[in-house]
Protein backbone atom coordinates (compact mmCIF):
# COMPACT_ATOMS: atom_id res chain seq x y z
CA UNK A 1 0.00 0.00 0.00
CA UNK A 2 0.52 4.05 -0.14
CA UNK A 3 2.16 4.04 -3.42
CA UNK A 4 3.01 7.24 -5.05
CA UNK A 5 3.28 7.80 -8.95
CA UNK A 6 4.73 10.37 -10.97
CA UNK A 7 4.53 10.57 -14.87
CA UNK A 8 6.35 11.34 -16.80
CA UNK A 9 9.42 9.89 -15.00
CA UNK A 10 11.62 11.80 -17.55
CA UNK A 11 11.09 14.49 -20.10
CA UNK A 12 12.84 16.52 -22.29
CA UNK A 13 11.55 19.88 -23.78
CA UNK A 14 12.18 23.15 -25.65
CA UNK A 15 13.26 25.96 -23.93
CA UNK A 16 10.34 28.21 -23.65
CA UNK A 17 7.46 25.33 -23.44
CA UNK A 18 5.47 24.59 -20.04
CA UNK A 19 5.76 20.88 -18.95
CA UNK A 20 2.88 19.53 -16.66
CA UNK A 21 4.04 16.29 -14.62
CA UNK A 22 1.40 14.17 -12.55
CA UNK A 23 1.72 12.70 -8.92
CA UNK A 24 -1.00 10.22 -7.78
CA UNK A 25 -1.40 8.61 -4.80
CA UNK A 26 -2.92 5.18 -5.86
CA UNK A 27 -4.18 3.32 -3.13
CA UNK A 28 -4.92 6.28 -0.42
CA UNK A 29 -6.36 9.67 -0.31
CA UNK A 30 -4.11 12.22 -0.28
CA UNK A 31 -5.28 16.12 1.20
CA UNK A 32 -1.64 17.38 1.27
CA UNK A 33 0.93 16.63 -1.33
CA UNK A 34 4.34 18.10 -1.62
CA UNK A 35 6.67 18.94 -4.32
CA UNK A 36 10.46 18.67 -4.40
CA UNK A 37 13.43 20.05 -6.05
CA UNK A 38 16.25 18.22 -6.32
CA UNK A 39 19.81 19.68 -8.42
CA UNK A 40 22.65 17.34 -9.01
CA UNK A 41 24.29 16.43 -5.92
CA UNK A 42 21.86 18.23 -3.72
CA UNK A 43 19.59 17.69 -1.21
CA UNK A 44 15.75 18.38 -1.69
CA UNK A 45 13.86 21.31 -1.62
CA UNK A 46 10.61 21.83 -0.42
CA UNK A 47 8.89 23.85 -3.39
CA UNK A 48 5.05 24.26 -2.63
CA UNK A 49 2.74 22.18 -0.04
CA UNK A 50 -0.18 21.38 -2.49
CA UNK A 51 -3.50 21.30 -0.60
CA UNK A 52 -6.52 19.42 -2.06
CA UNK A 53 -8.99 22.28 -3.51
CA UNK A 54 -6.80 24.91 -2.55
CA UNK A 55 -4.27 27.02 -3.29
CA UNK A 56 -0.81 25.66 -3.22
CA UNK A 57 1.38 27.02 -0.21
CA UNK A 58 5.10 27.96 -2.07
CA UNK A 59 8.43 28.47 -0.28
CA UNK A 60 10.32 31.50 -0.03
CA UNK A 61 11.89 32.36 -3.25
CA UNK A 62 9.71 29.99 -5.02
CA UNK A 63 8.19 31.31 -8.07
CA UNK A 64 4.20 31.14 -8.04
CA UNK A 65 3.62 31.91 -11.40
CA UNK A 66 6.21 29.70 -12.63
CA UNK A 67 5.40 26.68 -10.97
CA UNK A 68 2.30 26.40 -11.45
CA UNK A 69 0.49 23.58 -8.52
CA UNK A 70 -2.93 22.46 -9.05
CA UNK A 71 -4.57 20.16 -6.10
CA UNK A 72 -7.71 19.06 -8.06
CA UNK A 73 -8.51 15.66 -6.30
CA UNK A 74 -7.61 14.01 -3.54
CA UNK A 75 -5.60 11.15 -5.59
CA UNK A 76 -3.93 13.82 -8.22
CA UNK A 77 -1.42 17.25 -8.34
CA UNK A 78 0.18 18.71 -11.05
CA UNK A 79 3.01 20.88 -11.70
CA UNK A 80 3.49 22.83 -14.63
CA UNK A 81 6.58 24.71 -15.12
CA UNK A 82 5.65 27.13 -17.81
CA UNK A 83 8.06 28.81 -19.55
CA UNK A 84 11.25 26.52 -19.02
CA UNK A 85 14.64 27.47 -19.38
CA UNK A 86 17.91 25.35 -19.23
CA UNK A 87 18.18 26.32 -14.96
CA UNK A 88 14.83 24.72 -14.78
CA UNK A 89 16.16 21.27 -15.56
CA UNK A 90 16.50 19.51 -12.43
CA UNK A 91 14.76 15.85 -10.12
CA UNK A 92 11.44 17.15 -9.13
CA UNK A 93 10.14 14.84 -6.56
CA UNK A 94 6.58 14.61 -5.16
CA UNK A 95 5.18 12.82 -2.14
CA UNK A 96 1.68 12.75 -0.49
CA UNK A 97 0.49 12.40 3.18
CA UNK A 98 -1.43 9.65 4.37
CA UNK A 99 -2.78 10.60 7.28
CA UNK A 100 -5.29 7.46 7.89
CA UNK A 101 -4.84 5.49 10.99
CA UNK A 102 -3.09 8.84 12.27
CA UNK A 103 0.14 7.04 10.04
CA UNK A 104 0.52 10.72 9.45
CA UNK A 105 3.61 10.17 6.71
CA UNK A 106 4.45 11.13 3.95
CA UNK A 107 5.09 8.57 0.68
CA UNK A 108 7.57 9.61 -2.28
CA UNK A 109 6.95 9.43 -5.80
CA UNK A 110 9.49 8.00 -8.19
CA UNK A 111 10.81 11.54 -9.35
CA UNK A 112 10.79 13.25 -12.68
CA UNK A 113 13.41 13.78 -14.73
CA UNK A 114 13.12 17.12 -16.45
CA UNK A 115 16.10 18.56 -18.92
CA UNK A 116 15.16 21.33 -20.79
CA UNK A 117 17.44 22.27 -23.62
CA UNK B 1 13.94 27.06 13.31
CA UNK B 2 14.37 23.92 11.94
CA UNK B 3 17.49 22.19 10.77
CA UNK B 4 19.00 19.10 9.84
CA UNK B 5 22.74 18.42 9.82
CA UNK B 6 24.33 15.81 8.09
CA UNK B 7 28.35 16.82 8.37
CA UNK B 8 29.42 14.05 6.51
CA UNK B 9 29.71 15.18 2.71
CA UNK B 10 31.00 11.55 1.35
CA UNK B 11 32.20 8.52 3.36
CA UNK B 12 33.90 5.65 1.52
CA UNK B 13 34.27 2.34 3.17
CA UNK B 14 35.53 -1.01 2.00
CA UNK B 15 33.14 -3.89 1.94
CA UNK B 16 32.50 -5.65 4.98
CA UNK B 17 33.01 -2.60 7.33
CA UNK B 18 30.87 -0.66 9.61
CA UNK B 19 29.98 2.65 8.91
CA UNK B 20 28.07 5.11 10.94
CA UNK B 21 26.41 8.42 9.12
CA UNK B 22 25.73 11.10 11.20
CA UNK B 23 22.44 13.18 11.79
CA UNK B 24 22.31 16.30 14.23
CA UNK B 25 18.89 18.20 13.57
CA UNK B 26 17.51 21.34 15.75
CA UNK B 27 13.92 21.40 16.57
CA UNK B 28 11.86 23.73 19.27
CA UNK B 29 8.94 21.33 18.58
CA UNK B 30 7.96 18.58 21.27
CA UNK B 31 6.41 16.52 19.14
CA UNK B 32 8.22 15.37 16.36
CA UNK B 33 9.28 12.87 13.44
CA UNK B 34 12.72 12.15 12.08
CA UNK B 35 13.04 9.70 9.29
CA UNK B 36 16.47 8.20 6.99
CA UNK B 37 15.97 7.82 3.44
CA UNK B 38 18.20 6.57 0.95
CA UNK B 39 19.00 7.22 -2.65
CA UNK B 40 20.19 5.02 -5.28
CA UNK B 41 21.52 6.35 -8.37
CA UNK B 42 18.16 5.63 -9.63
CA UNK B 43 16.76 8.68 -7.82
CA UNK B 44 13.76 7.38 -6.41
CA UNK B 45 13.73 7.65 -2.33
CA UNK B 46 13.70 4.49 -0.29
CA UNK B 47 11.89 4.90 3.12
CA UNK B 48 14.47 2.98 5.68
CA UNK B 49 13.17 4.32 9.22
CA UNK B 50 10.53 6.65 10.97
CA UNK B 51 10.71 7.43 14.56
CA UNK B 52 8.88 9.48 16.63
CA UNK B 53 10.28 12.24 19.34
CA UNK B 54 8.71 9.96 22.33
CA UNK B 55 10.16 7.32 20.85
CA UNK B 56 14.28 7.01 21.91
CA UNK B 57 14.92 2.91 22.11
CA UNK B 58 17.49 2.05 19.41
CA UNK B 59 16.16 0.04 16.38
CA UNK B 60 17.41 -2.97 14.40
CA UNK B 61 16.69 -4.04 11.28
CA UNK B 62 19.11 -6.61 9.88
CA UNK B 63 22.52 -5.03 9.31
CA UNK B 64 20.96 -1.14 9.97
CA UNK B 65 20.11 0.46 13.77
CA UNK B 66 19.72 3.64 14.47
CA UNK B 67 21.06 5.81 17.31
CA UNK B 68 18.43 8.00 18.40
CA UNK B 69 19.50 10.89 21.44
CA UNK B 70 17.35 13.58 22.52
CA UNK B 71 19.80 14.77 24.57
CA UNK B 72 22.83 15.25 22.19
CA UNK B 73 19.25 15.69 19.31
CA UNK B 74 21.00 12.66 17.17
CA UNK B 75 19.76 9.99 15.28
CA UNK B 76 22.32 8.42 14.46
CA UNK B 77 22.38 5.20 11.25
CA UNK B 78 24.83 2.60 11.29
CA UNK B 79 25.74 -0.25 8.74
CA UNK B 80 26.93 -3.13 9.86
CA UNK B 81 28.91 -5.36 7.49
CA UNK B 82 29.09 -2.84 4.32
CA UNK B 83 27.94 -4.61 1.39
CA UNK B 84 28.31 -2.29 -2.30
CA UNK B 85 24.91 -2.14 -2.93
CA UNK B 86 24.53 0.06 0.02
CA UNK B 87 26.18 2.96 -1.90
CA UNK B 88 24.00 5.40 -2.09
CA UNK B 89 23.18 8.86 -0.65
CA UNK B 90 21.27 9.01 2.88
CA UNK B 91 19.05 11.53 4.00
CA UNK B 92 17.96 12.36 7.31
CA UNK B 93 14.90 14.68 7.97
CA UNK B 94 12.71 16.29 10.44
CA UNK B 95 9.09 16.44 9.83
CA UNK B 96 7.72 19.74 11.37
CA UNK B 97 4.81 19.59 13.15
CA UNK B 98 4.40 23.23 14.03
CA UNK B 99 2.67 24.60 11.09
CA UNK B 100 0.44 21.65 10.59
CA UNK B 101 1.43 20.75 7.25
CA UNK B 102 3.98 18.35 8.49
CA UNK B 103 6.55 19.32 5.71
CA UNK B 104 10.02 16.95 5.97
CA UNK B 105 13.54 19.42 6.31
CA UNK B 106 15.63 17.21 4.69
CA UNK B 107 19.80 17.44 5.29
CA UNK B 108 22.48 17.55 3.14
CA UNK B 109 22.80 14.30 2.69
CA UNK B 110 25.91 11.53 2.89
CA UNK B 111 27.05 9.71 0.01
CA UNK B 112 28.45 6.35 1.22
CA UNK B 113 30.55 4.36 -1.44
CA UNK B 114 31.44 0.90 -0.27
CA UNK B 115 34.00 -0.42 -2.09
CA UNK B 116 34.49 -4.11 -2.81
Known amino acids: GAVVSQHPSWVICKSGTSVKIECRSL??????MFWYRQFPKQSLMLMAT?????????EQGVEKDKFLINHASLTLSTLTVTSAHPEDSSFYIC?????????????FGPGTRLTVL | AQKVTQAQTEISVVEKEDVTLDCVYE???????LFWYKQPPSGELVFLIR??????QNEISGRYSWNFQKSTSSFNFTITASQVVDSAVYFC?????????????FGTGTRLKVLA
Open chain 2, 51 to 56: RNSFDE
Open chain 2, 27 to 33: TRDTTYY
Open chain 1, 27 to 32: DFQATT
Open chain 1, 95 to 107: SARDIAGGRNEQF
Open chain 1, 50 to 58: SNEGSKATY
Open chain 2, 93 to 105: ALSDTTSGTYKYI
